[in-house]
């Protein structure tokens, strides 16, 4: 099991350009979700998928797409990136089968510089 | 939408001191509260959860307790090494993983 795999791990961005963060995960997970991580203010709920098909909106989702057509990917997209957009962006998935429900697994993060 | 406050945002502590984290959250409906450990340049892991049919769940040096009334809850490090030092995130959810809203992270420097 590789567990929740995150592409790239480092992008360097001019302001405007877009690109996607990839996120997969070979648990089986029915729940997936972006975070992103800025100094001070934690892990913030950008989109949420509870299967495929199925998105929705965190605390920050401005500026952020996703979808979710099978359940071991969740990519997010930056449609026009924005210098407020330079964070580590986080992928998780859970399952409320699983042993320990609730447990999120993350990735190991994606450095997003945008200038 | 639920609202995660955390203190202190930063705790430093002797090396076999205790370390005590808390934690505040607004939404009653919020049943899973989960303690995360990030490590410089890594990815959070969980440390320790506790559900809320539990007040109080213990696991070797660590602990937390969880006063529903209150909406509190709070991670308790005993006799903490330098390897504990690291930032810790509570985090509240209804469940499954579901929409887990994070606090803003305690950074804990254990001085040896």
């Known amino acids: 099991n590789a567990g929740v795999t995150q592409t790239p791990k480092f992008q360097v961005l001019k302001t405007g350009q877009s690109m996607t963060l990839q996120c997969a995960q070979d648990m089986n997970h029915e729940y997936m979700s972006w975070y992103r991580q800025d100094p001070g203010m934690g892990l913030r709920l950008i989109h949420y998928s509870v299967g495929a098909g199925i998105t929705d909106q965190g605390e920050v989702p401005n500026g952020y797409n996703v979808s979710r057509s099978t359940t071991e990917d969740f990519p997010l997209r930056l449609l026009s990136a924005a210098p407020s957009q330079t964070s580590v962006y986080f992928c998780?998935?859970?399952?409320?089968?699983?042993?320990?429900?609730?447990?999120?697994?993350f990735g190991e993060g994606s450095r997003l510089t945008v200038l | 939408g639920e609202n995660v406050e955390q203190h202190p945002s930063t705790l430093s502590v002797q090396e076999g001191d205790s370390a005590v984290i808390k934690c505040t959250y607004s939404?009653?409906?919020?049943?899973?509260f989960p303690w995360y450990k990030q490590e410089l340049g890594k990815r959070p892991q969980l440390i320790i959860d506790i559900r809320s049919n539990v007040g109080e769940k213990k696991d070797q040096r660590i602990a937390v307790t969880l006063n529903k009334t209150a909406k509190h809850f709070s991670l308790h490090i005993t006799e903490t090494q330098p390897e504990d030092s690291a930032v810790y995130f509570c985090a509240a959810s209804k469940g499954g993983g579901f929409k887990t809203i994070f606090g803003a992270g305690t950074r804990l420097f254990v001085k040896a």
């Open positions: 939404d009653s409906a919020s049943n899973y």
């Open positions: 998780a998935s859970s399952s409320p089968h699983a042993l320990n429900t609730g447990e999120l697994f």
